[in-house]
Nanobody
Framework: QLQLVESGGGLVQPGGSLTLSCAAS????????IGWYRQAPGKEREGISC????????NYADSVKGRFTISIDNAKNTVDLQMNSLKPEDTAVYFC???????????WGQGTQVTVSS
């Protein structure tokens, strides 16, 4: 079965840290660009970070730049999102997405909830 599964979400206090993980099964991430997105209640889904299949290229939204770090482990077929200095406005459901470098294959995970609150 081809799927992405996110994990690592939870409740954290402002200023705290969490690491989200996105694990691919049924396909290899070697040929996909991976993105992390989030969707807060009542808001549209927004892209916050992405990484190339080799890990050589990364991008971040201004809202998370300097606080979040994306990384890929091709051996484990996973992409992590290290989130530091979390703010209440980071509260959202976080999704990972795999977009094929060649072709039109595109996969979404089911999402993981991150809540930043005291």
């Amino acid at each position: 079965q081809l799927q992405l599964v996110e994990s690592g979400g939870g409740l954290v206090q402002p200023g705290g840290s969490l690491t989200l993980s996105c694990a691919a099964s049924g396909f290899t991430l070697d040929y996909y660009a991976i993105g992390w997105y989030r969707q807060a209640p009542g808001k549209e889904r927004e892209g916050i970070s992405c990484i190339s299949s080799s890990g050589s290229s990364t991008n971040y939204a201004d809202s998370v730049k300097g606080r979040f770090t994306i990384s890929i482990d091709n051996a484990k077929n996973t992409v992590d999102l290290q989130m530091n200095s979390l703010k209440p406005e980071d509260t959202a459901v976080y999704f990972c997405n795999a977009d094929a470098v060649l072709g039109r294959k595109n996969y979404w995970g089911q999402g993981t909830q991150v809540t930043v609150s005291s």
